[in-house]
Protein backbone atom coordinates (compact mmCIF):
# COMPACT_ATOMS: atom_id res chain seq x y z
CA UNK A 1 0.00 0.00 0.00
CA UNK A 2 1.07 3.52 -1.30
CA UNK A 3 0.03 6.46 0.83
CA UNK A 4 1.37 9.81 0.61
CA UNK A 5 3.05 11.24 3.64
CA UNK A 6 4.72 14.98 4.25
CA UNK A 7 7.44 16.51 4.84
CA UNK A 8 8.06 20.21 6.38
CA UNK A 9 11.41 22.25 6.03
CA UNK A 10 11.82 25.59 7.39
CA UNK A 11 12.88 27.72 4.66
CA UNK A 12 14.28 30.98 4.76
CA UNK A 13 14.25 33.18 1.46
CA UNK A 14 15.99 35.90 0.25
CA UNK A 15 14.79 39.68 0.42
CA UNK A 16 14.01 39.29 -2.97
CA UNK A 17 12.56 36.18 -2.97
CA UNK A 18 10.48 37.13 -0.21
CA UNK A 19 8.88 39.76 -2.41
CA UNK A 20 8.22 37.32 -5.63
CA UNK A 21 6.40 34.75 -3.46
CA UNK A 22 4.57 37.66 -1.70
CA UNK A 23 3.55 38.68 -5.55
CA UNK A 24 2.93 35.00 -5.61
CA UNK A 25 0.58 34.71 -2.96
CA UNK A 26 -1.42 37.88 -3.97
CA UNK A 27 -2.03 36.35 -7.60
CA UNK A 28 -3.29 32.89 -5.87
CA UNK A 29 -5.28 34.76 -3.51
CA UNK A 30 -6.45 36.71 -6.34
CA UNK A 31 -7.23 33.11 -8.41
CA UNK A 32 -9.11 31.62 -5.27
CA UNK A 33 -11.23 34.35 -4.93
CA UNK A 34 -12.07 34.82 -8.62
CA UNK A 35 -12.85 30.79 -8.73
CA UNK A 36 -15.48 31.07 -6.18
CA UNK A 37 -16.98 34.53 -7.23
CA UNK A 38 -17.39 32.51 -10.88
CA UNK A 39 -18.72 29.71 -8.89
CA UNK A 40 -21.00 31.51 -6.55
CA UNK A 41 -22.44 33.57 -10.16
CA UNK A 42 -23.12 30.61 -11.65
CA UNK A 43 -25.32 28.62 -8.95
CA UNK A 44 -27.42 32.05 -8.31
CA UNK A 45 -28.03 32.17 -12.22
CA UNK A 46 -28.41 28.46 -13.56
CA UNK A 47 -27.89 26.63 -10.13
CA UNK A 48 -25.28 24.49 -11.06
CA UNK A 49 -21.38 24.41 -11.32
CA UNK A 50 -19.14 25.05 -14.28
CA UNK A 51 -16.15 21.44 -14.30
CA UNK A 52 -12.75 22.47 -12.81
CA UNK A 53 -11.38 22.13 -16.44
CA UNK A 54 -14.33 24.77 -17.87
CA UNK A 55 -13.13 26.96 -14.67
CA UNK A 56 -8.76 26.83 -15.33
CA UNK A 57 -9.88 27.87 -18.97
CA UNK A 58 -12.33 30.48 -18.02
CA UNK A 59 -9.23 32.16 -15.40
CA UNK A 60 -6.35 31.50 -18.61
CA UNK A 61 -8.82 33.64 -20.88
CA UNK A 62 -8.79 36.28 -18.20
CA UNK A 63 -5.02 36.53 -17.36
CA UNK A 64 -4.51 37.28 -21.47
CA UNK A 65 -7.18 40.15 -21.17
CA UNK A 66 -5.56 43.64 -20.96
CA UNK A 67 -4.69 45.00 -17.31
CA UNK A 68 -4.28 41.65 -15.83
CA UNK A 69 -0.82 40.98 -17.19
CA UNK A 70 0.37 41.28 -13.41
CA UNK A 71 -1.09 37.34 -12.70
CA UNK A 72 1.33 36.35 -16.38
CA UNK A 73 3.91 37.59 -14.12
CA UNK A 74 3.86 35.03 -11.97
CA UNK A 75 4.38 31.27 -12.54
CA UNK A 76 1.40 29.80 -13.62
CA UNK A 77 0.60 25.88 -11.87
CA UNK A 78 0.10 27.89 -8.58
CA UNK A 79 -2.79 29.64 -9.99
CA UNK A 80 -3.87 26.44 -11.17
CA UNK A 81 -3.75 24.65 -7.99
CA UNK A 82 -5.47 27.59 -6.00
CA UNK A 83 -8.41 27.21 -8.64
CA UNK A 84 -8.63 23.67 -7.80
CA UNK A 85 -8.89 24.37 -4.13
CA UNK A 86 -11.38 26.66 -4.50
CA UNK A 87 -13.30 24.24 -6.53
CA UNK A 88 -12.92 21.54 -3.83
CA UNK A 89 -13.94 23.85 -1.04
CA UNK A 90 -16.72 25.33 -3.19
CA UNK A 91 -18.04 21.32 -3.78
CA UNK A 92 -18.07 20.55 -0.16
CA UNK A 93 -20.11 23.38 -0.10
CA UNK A 94 -22.69 22.12 -2.62
CA UNK A 95 -23.06 18.70 -1.63
CA UNK A 96 -24.06 20.07 2.19
CA UNK A 97 -26.41 22.72 0.54
CA UNK A 98 -28.19 20.33 -1.76
CA UNK A 99 -28.13 17.77 1.41
CA UNK A 100 -30.20 20.89 3.49
CA UNK A 101 -27.34 20.80 5.83
CA UNK A 102 -26.54 24.54 5.64
CA UNK A 103 -28.07 27.92 7.24
CA UNK A 104 -28.01 31.35 7.46
CA UNK A 105 -26.40 33.05 10.44
CA UNK A 106 -26.38 36.35 11.23
CA UNK A 107 -23.87 38.35 13.04
CA UNK A 108 -24.83 40.13 16.08
CA UNK A 109 -22.32 42.47 15.78
CA UNK A 110 -22.82 43.46 12.23
CA UNK A 111 -25.87 42.32 11.26
CA UNK A 112 -24.14 40.74 8.31
CA UNK A 113 -25.84 37.57 7.37
CA UNK A 114 -23.99 34.82 6.25
CA UNK A 115 -24.41 30.94 4.70
CA UNK A 116 -22.86 28.26 7.03
CA UNK A 117 -20.11 25.96 4.92
CA UNK A 118 -19.16 28.65 2.42
CA UNK A 119 -16.41 28.94 1.25
CA UNK A 120 -14.62 32.00 2.76
CA UNK A 121 -12.96 34.51 0.43
CA UNK A 122 -9.27 34.79 1.11
CA UNK A 123 -7.65 38.26 2.31
CA UNK A 124 -4.16 40.00 2.53
CA UNK A 125 -4.38 39.97 6.20
CA UNK A 126 -5.05 36.14 6.60
CA UNK A 127 -2.33 34.65 8.83
CA UNK A 128 -1.61 32.05 6.26
CA UNK A 129 -0.39 32.67 2.93
CA UNK A 130 0.35 29.71 0.70
CA UNK A 131 1.38 28.54 -3.14
CA UNK A 132 1.03 25.24 -4.35
CA UNK A 133 3.48 23.81 -7.39
CA UNK A 134 2.71 20.80 -8.68
CA UNK A 135 5.64 18.05 -10.87
CA UNK A 136 4.54 19.54 -14.01
CA UNK A 137 6.02 23.05 -12.63
CA UNK A 138 9.24 21.39 -13.09
CA UNK A 139 10.34 22.14 -9.18
CA UNK A 140 13.59 20.81 -7.93
CA UNK A 141 15.18 20.18 -4.78
CA UNK A 142 18.65 19.59 -3.77
CA UNK A 143 20.71 18.84 -1.43
CA UNK A 144 24.35 17.35 -0.92
CA UNK A 145 25.22 14.33 1.72
CA UNK A 146 25.83 15.56 5.08
CA UNK A 147 24.52 19.48 4.70
CA UNK A 148 22.42 21.46 6.34
CA UNK A 149 21.03 23.38 4.27
CA UNK A 150 19.17 21.86 1.04
CA UNK A 151 17.70 24.20 -1.99
CA UNK A 152 13.97 24.23 -3.62
CA UNK A 153 14.00 25.66 -6.94
CA UNK A 154 10.82 27.11 -8.12
CA UNK A 155 9.79 28.74 -11.05
CA UNK A 156 10.23 32.26 -11.32
CA UNK A 157 11.33 32.74 -7.37
CA UNK A 158 14.58 31.24 -7.69
CA UNK A 159 16.51 28.99 -5.49
CA UNK A 160 15.07 28.66 -1.97
CA UNK A 161 17.45 28.28 1.81
CA UNK A 162 15.54 24.99 3.23
CA UNK A 163 17.04 23.90 6.58
CA UNK A 164 17.62 20.54 5.76
CA UNK A 165 16.15 17.89 8.96
CA UNK A 166 15.34 15.05 7.29
CA UNK A 167 15.86 13.43 3.82
CA UNK A 168 13.42 12.53 1.62
CA UNK A 169 12.33 9.53 0.71
CA UNK A 170 12.03 10.08 -3.04
CA UNK A 171 10.99 12.61 -5.78
CA UNK A 172 8.12 14.28 -4.34
CA UNK A 173 4.93 15.11 -5.99
CA UNK A 174 3.92 18.73 -4.75
CA UNK A 175 5.34 21.41 -2.27
CA UNK A 176 3.22 23.64 -1.00
CA UNK A 177 5.79 27.30 -0.07
CA UNK A 178 4.25 28.67 3.62
CA UNK A 179 4.36 32.09 5.03
CA UNK A 180 2.68 31.94 8.56
CA UNK A 181 1.74 34.52 10.38
CA UNK A 182 4.69 35.59 12.79
CA UNK A 183 6.52 35.87 9.01
CA UNK A 184 8.30 32.66 9.17
CA UNK A 185 8.49 30.67 6.11
CA UNK A 186 7.72 27.00 5.55
CA UNK A 187 7.84 24.53 2.50
CA UNK A 188 5.78 21.31 2.56
CA UNK A 189 6.22 18.35 0.32
CA UNK A 190 3.66 15.27 -0.40
CA UNK A 191 5.72 12.66 -1.02
CA UNK A 192 4.77 9.04 -2.43
CA UNK A 193 5.98 5.87 -0.08
CA UNK A 194 5.32 3.14 0.99
CA UNK A 195 3.39 2.46 4.04
CA UNK A 196 3.85 -0.76 5.25
CA UNK A 197 7.89 -0.25 5.93
CA UNK A 198 7.56 1.22 9.35
CA UNK A 199 4.33 -0.25 10.88
CA UNK A 200 5.68 -0.51 14.84
CA UNK A 201 4.75 -4.12 16.55
CA UNK A 202 1.94 -3.34 19.29
CA UNK A 203 3.05 -4.07 22.60
CA UNK A 204 -0.54 -4.69 24.01
CA UNK A 205 -3.46 -6.27 22.59
CA UNK A 206 -5.88 -3.72 23.64
CA UNK A 207 -6.16 -0.24 25.49
CA UNK A 208 -9.12 1.53 26.86
CA UNK A 209 -9.06 5.58 27.01
CA UNK A 210 -10.46 8.00 29.13
CA UNK A 211 -9.98 11.61 28.44
CA UNK A 212 -10.00 14.40 30.84
CA UNK A 213 -9.59 17.69 31.80
CA UNK A 214 -7.25 16.34 35.01
CA UNK A 215 -5.15 14.05 33.21
CA UNK A 216 -4.98 14.42 29.55
CA UNK A 217 -5.53 10.33 28.87
CA UNK A 218 -5.63 7.69 31.81
CA UNK A 219 -4.73 4.70 29.38
CA UNK A 220 -5.83 1.21 30.80
CA UNK A 221 -4.55 -1.97 28.86
CA UNK A 222 -5.31 -5.70 28.21
CA UNK A 223 -2.19 -6.69 30.13
CA UNK A 224 -3.18 -5.33 33.58
CA UNK A 225 -1.21 -2.22 33.25
CA UNK A 226 -1.97 1.17 33.06
CA UNK A 227 -0.84 5.06 33.31
CA UNK A 228 -1.92 8.74 33.33
CA UNK A 229 -0.63 10.74 30.91
CA UNK A 230 -0.79 14.50 32.23
CA UNK A 231 -2.34 17.46 30.62
CA UNK A 232 0.48 19.94 29.10
CA UNK A 233 -1.05 22.64 30.13
CA UNK A 234 0.98 25.00 27.52
CA UNK A 235 -1.13 27.84 27.32
CA UNK A 236 -0.63 28.44 30.98
CA UNK A 237 3.06 28.34 30.71
CA UNK A 238 3.07 31.06 28.41
CA UNK A 239 0.35 33.01 29.74
CA UNK A 240 2.01 35.67 31.28
CA UNK A 241 4.27 36.16 28.19
CA UNK A 242 1.13 36.83 26.13
CA UNK A 243 -1.03 39.11 28.58
CA UNK A 244 2.28 41.31 28.98
CA UNK A 245 1.76 41.20 24.63
CA UNK A 246 -1.51 42.10 24.76
CA UNK A 247 -1.27 45.06 27.21
CA UNK A 248 1.46 46.40 25.39
CA UNK A 249 -0.19 46.17 21.97
CA UNK A 250 -3.34 47.95 23.75
CA UNK A 251 -1.07 50.84 24.30
CA UNK A 252 0.65 51.54 21.04
CA UNK A 253 -0.93 53.44 18.37
CA UNK A 254 -2.53 51.08 15.82
CA UNK A 255 -0.61 51.03 12.46
CA UNK A 256 2.93 52.37 14.11
CA UNK A 257 5.89 50.64 13.57
CA UNK A 258 6.19 49.53 17.34
CA UNK A 259 2.42 48.01 17.01
CA UNK A 260 3.52 46.32 13.78
CA UNK A 261 6.89 45.02 15.65
CA UNK A 262 4.53 43.92 18.87
CA UNK A 263 1.91 41.77 16.73
CA UNK A 264 4.77 40.34 15.29
CA UNK A 265 5.63 38.97 18.72
CA UNK A 266 2.92 37.91 19.46
CA UNK A 267 2.17 35.75 16.42
CA UNK A 268 5.75 34.14 17.06
CA UNK A 269 4.24 33.64 20.98
CA UNK A 270 1.14 32.14 19.33
CA UNK A 271 2.72 29.93 16.79
CA UNK A 272 5.27 28.14 19.57
CA UNK A 273 2.08 27.37 21.05
CA UNK A 274 0.63 25.72 17.86
CA UNK A 275 3.42 24.13 17.07
CA UNK A 276 3.88 22.07 20.98
CA UNK A 277 0.31 21.72 20.77
CA UNK A 278 0.84 19.76 17.66
CA UNK A 279 3.50 18.02 18.34
CA UNK A 280 1.89 16.76 21.78
CA UNK A 281 -0.90 15.65 20.13
CA UNK A 282 1.38 13.66 17.02
CA UNK A 283 3.69 12.64 19.36
CA UNK A 284 0.69 11.13 21.78
CA UNK A 285 -1.14 9.66 19.18
CA UNK A 286 1.75 7.50 17.57
CA UNK A 287 2.54 6.19 20.74
CA UNK A 288 -0.91 4.97 21.39
CA UNK A 289 -1.95 3.75 17.92
CA UNK A 290 1.91 2.11 17.59
CA UNK A 291 1.82 0.30 20.80
CA UNK A 292 -1.78 -1.16 20.85
CA UNK A 293 -3.14 -3.44 18.50
CA UNK A 294 -7.02 -2.30 19.49
CA UNK A 295 -8.09 0.93 21.02
CA UNK A 296 -11.21 1.63 22.71
CA UNK A 297 -11.97 5.73 22.98
CA UNK A 298 -14.95 7.66 24.02
CA UNK A 299 -16.61 9.97 21.62
CA UNK A 300 -16.55 13.44 22.79
CA UNK A 301 -18.50 16.51 22.75
CA UNK A 302 -15.96 18.85 21.92
CA UNK A 303 -18.54 21.79 20.84
CA UNK A 304 -20.66 21.56 24.05
CA UNK A 305 -17.31 21.59 26.36
CA UNK A 306 -15.95 24.56 24.28
CA UNK A 307 -18.84 26.92 25.24
CA UNK A 308 -18.13 26.47 29.21
CA UNK A 309 -15.30 27.98 31.43
CA UNK A 310 -13.35 25.27 30.55
CA UNK A 311 -12.71 25.97 27.05
CA UNK A 312 -9.09 26.87 27.24
CA UNK A 313 -8.00 24.19 28.97
CA UNK A 314 -9.93 22.18 26.56
CA UNK A 315 -8.20 23.75 23.29
CA UNK A 316 -5.23 22.73 25.28
CA UNK A 317 -6.04 19.28 25.59
CA UNK A 318 -6.39 19.05 22.07
CA UNK A 319 -8.31 16.15 22.05
CA UNK A 320 -9.89 16.34 18.21
CA UNK A 321 -6.59 16.56 17.06
CA UNK A 322 -5.13 13.59 18.94
CA UNK A 323 -8.13 11.30 17.95
CA UNK A 324 -7.76 12.38 14.43
CA UNK A 325 -4.41 11.43 14.58
CA UNK A 326 -4.92 8.05 16.32
CA UNK A 327 -8.04 7.10 13.25
CA UNK A 328 -5.13 7.74 10.81
CA UNK A 329 -2.70 6.05 12.06
CA UNK A 330 -4.80 3.36 12.85
CA UNK A 331 -5.85 3.13 9.29
CA UNK A 332 -1.88 2.79 8.32
CA UNK A 333 -0.71 0.56 10.77
CA UNK A 334 -3.81 -1.54 10.35
CA UNK A 335 -5.06 -1.30 13.93
CA UNK A 336 -8.67 -1.51 15.31
CA UNK A 337 -9.87 2.09 16.99
CA UNK A 338 -13.31 1.54 18.10
CA UNK A 339 -15.11 4.84 19.36
CA UNK A 340 -17.93 4.39 21.96
CA UNK A 341 -21.32 6.28 22.43
CA UNK A 342 -20.97 10.15 23.84
CA UNK A 343 -23.77 8.91 26.07
CA UNK A 344 -22.12 6.13 27.60
CA UNK A 345 -22.14 6.70 31.21
CA UNK A 346 -18.41 5.44 31.75
CA UNK A 347 -18.08 7.54 34.94
CA UNK A 348 -21.17 6.25 36.36
CA UNK A 349 -20.74 2.33 36.22
CA UNK A 350 -18.60 0.60 38.58
CA UNK A 351 -16.47 -1.60 36.26
CA UNK A 352 -16.25 -4.09 38.74
CA UNK A 353 -19.86 -5.57 39.70
CA UNK A 354 -21.51 -3.10 36.77
CA UNK A 355 -23.54 -0.84 39.65
CA UNK A 356 -24.52 2.69 37.66
CA UNK A 357 -24.23 5.07 40.49
CA UNK A 358 -25.53 8.61 39.51
CA UNK A 359 -23.64 11.25 38.29
CA UNK A 360 -20.97 12.89 40.01
CA UNK A 361 -19.42 16.21 39.95
CA UNK A 362 -15.62 16.82 38.13
CA UNK A 363 -14.15 17.08 41.84
CA UNK A 364 -15.06 13.82 42.93
CA UNK A 365 -11.72 12.27 41.97
CA UNK A 366 -12.44 8.68 44.04
CA UNK A 367 -15.58 6.76 44.81
CA UNK A 368 -16.45 3.96 46.91
CA UNK A 369 -19.08 1.84 45.11
CA UNK A 370 -22.20 0.92 47.33
CA UNK A 371 -22.49 -2.43 45.95
CA UNK A 372 -19.11 -4.09 46.29
CA UNK A 373 -16.85 -1.88 48.04
CA UNK A 374 -14.33 -1.13 45.72
CA UNK A 375 -12.82 2.04 45.90
CA UNK A 376 -12.58 3.48 42.57
CA UNK A 377 -10.43 5.83 41.10
CA UNK A 378 -12.87 7.82 38.46
CA UNK A 379 -10.48 8.26 35.70
CA UNK A 380 -9.11 4.63 35.86
CA UNK A 381 -12.59 3.23 36.34
CA UNK A 382 -13.99 4.68 33.51
CA UNK A 383 -11.30 3.87 31.26
CA UNK A 384 -11.80 0.29 32.64
CA UNK A 385 -15.66 1.05 31.40
CA UNK A 386 -14.64 1.87 27.75
CA UNK A 387 -12.29 -1.18 27.29
CA UNK A 388 -15.62 -3.29 28.31
CA UNK A 389 -18.16 -1.54 26.06
CA UNK A 390 -15.96 -1.92 23.28
CA UNK A 391 -16.04 -5.38 23.65
CA UNK A 392 -11.65 -5.38 23.93
CA UNK A 393 -11.93 -6.34 27.78
CA UNK A 394 -12.11 -10.36 26.77
CA UNK A 395 -8.44 -11.37 27.68
CA UNK A 396 -9.13 -9.33 31.31
CA UNK A 397 -12.27 -11.59 31.77
CA UNK A 398 -9.71 -14.77 31.05
CA UNK A 399 -7.45 -13.25 33.93
CA UNK A 400 -9.78 -13.02 36.65
CA UNK A 401 -11.95 -9.86 37.82
CA UNK A 402 -8.92 -8.99 40.45
CA UNK A 403 -6.90 -6.93 37.01
CA UNK A 404 -10.42 -5.67 36.64
CA UNK A 405 -10.51 -4.40 40.16
CA UNK A 406 -6.70 -3.52 40.48
CA UNK A 407 -7.17 -1.31 37.07
CA UNK A 408 -9.99 0.28 38.42
CA UNK A 409 -9.11 0.92 41.82
CA UNK A 410 -7.57 3.96 43.34
CA UNK A 411 -4.41 4.43 44.85
CA UNK A 412 -2.65 1.00 43.96
CA UNK A 413 0.40 1.02 42.59
CA UNK A 414 -0.22 -0.46 39.25
CA UNK A 415 1.50 2.21 37.75
CA UNK A 416 2.97 1.03 34.37
CA UNK A 417 6.29 1.99 36.22
CA UNK A 418 5.93 -0.06 39.43
CA UNK A 419 5.49 -3.47 37.31
CA UNK A 420 8.44 -3.53 35.56
CA UNK A 421 7.15 -2.09 32.22
CA UNK A 422 8.97 0.40 31.11
CA UNK A 423 7.67 3.66 29.73
CA UNK A 424 8.58 7.16 28.24
CA UNK A 425 6.25 9.43 28.10
CA UNK A 426 7.67 12.91 28.09
CA UNK A 427 4.89 15.20 27.18
CA UNK A 428 6.19 19.06 28.32
ZN1 LIG B 1 -19.23 -2.20 42.45
Not at 371 to 376: I, R
Request: aromatic share 8%; proline share 3%; glycine share 8%.
Amino acid sequence: MSVYRRYNYRAYPTQGQRDALSRLYGACRYAYNWALDQRELMRRRHGRMQSYTQLSGMFTQWKNTPGMDWLLAVSSTPLQQSIRHADVAYRNFFRLYKAGRTHIVINHLTGKKRRTGLPRFKSRRDGEQSAEFTKSARFKVGHADGCKWGFLTLPKIGRVKLRWTRDLPSTPNTVNIMRHADGSYEASFTVQVDGETDTPKPLHEACGIDMGLDSLMSIVYTDGTREKIPHPRTLKRHARRLRKLDKQLAREKKGSANHAKTRILRAKAYSRIQNQRKDMAYKLASKVAGENQAVALETLNVKGLARTHMAKSLLDANWTRIIDRIRQLGVQYGRTVKRIDRWYPSSQICSICGRRDGRKPLDVRVWKCPKCGALLDRDWNAAVNILNAAGLAESLNARGGDVRRGLAQAGRNADARETGTRRTVSLH
